[in-house]
């Protein structure tokens, strides 16, 4: 993708409270998205310490996402030199279409 290059901003509330806001930055779309999906993954090792072997499904990674208070991408633009804010359903947007283009890639 030829706009997978920009910066990106991930914004999110893991919780109601508006203390648990943060932010982290990457230098691509599929960056944040592989730190979106270990953000997920570290969450199910907490949930189960002695499972060695994680596995979920995209539905699985869907209802994590929609489960937090909130959460936003920031995209830089070199264009209009801003960055361009993406809601949640874009970023689920973007996990499935990364995913499925790290499944096909060959091994």
Known sequence: MANNNKHTIILMQPSQNRGTRTFMDYESISQ??????GLYERKL???DPMNR???YDIADLYNYIDGLADMSALVYE?????????DRQWIKHRTFQHLKKMASAPR
Do not use: F, R, V, W
Not at 78 to 86: D, K, R
């Open 78 to 86: 070199q264009s209009i030199q801003a960055y361009l804010p993406y």
């Open 45 to 47: 090792k907490e949930l």
């Open 53 to 55: 072997n994680i596995t």
């Open 32 to 37: 944040a998205i592989d730190g979106i999906c």
